[in-house]
């Protein structure tokens, strides 16, 4: 198992950016990562663009979600697995509005 904690601060810091911020302008949404192998939900919050800090607990409603285990997620952001093979071969799954992951691409991968 994987320590999840400094990618999703690493998130965290991408989603506070001036810049992120800018391009994600007018999105309001609540999205997380659900890590079967650790039992822990992490969610984030933006509203209009702005994130709020992020959670480590399960609301009641997510718009997208992110279903994995921490080592294929540690692998993914340290750009030894393909999030594509990760997610052809089912090792990642998501829920939910996936339009909004796409758009999210390039804070959370």
């Known amino acids: 198992m994987a320590d999840i904690k400094p990618y999703m601060e690493k998130i965290q810091s991408k989603l506070e950016e001036a810049g992120t911020q800018s ?3 007018g999105l ?5 990562f659900t890590f079967t192998d650790l039992n822990e939900t992490y969610s984030f919050n933006i509203v209009d663009g ?3 800090p ?6 009641e409603k997510l718009d997208a979600e992110v279903i994995t285990t921490s ?5 993914i ?3 030894k697995i393909n999030p594509m093979a990760a997610y052809s071969t089912r090792k990642l799954q998501t829920k939910g509005n996936t ?8 804070v959370i991968v």
């Open 54 to 59: 992020y959670q480590t607990s399960r609301p």
């Open 99 to 106: 339009e909004i992951l796409m758009r999210l691409q390039r």
């Open 23 to 25: 391009a994600y302008k």
């Open 77 to 79: 952001m340290d750009k």
């Open 28 to 32: 309001t949404a609540t999205f997380g």
């Open 50 to 52: 702005s994130a709020r």
């Open 71 to 75: 080592d294929v997620y540690a692998g």
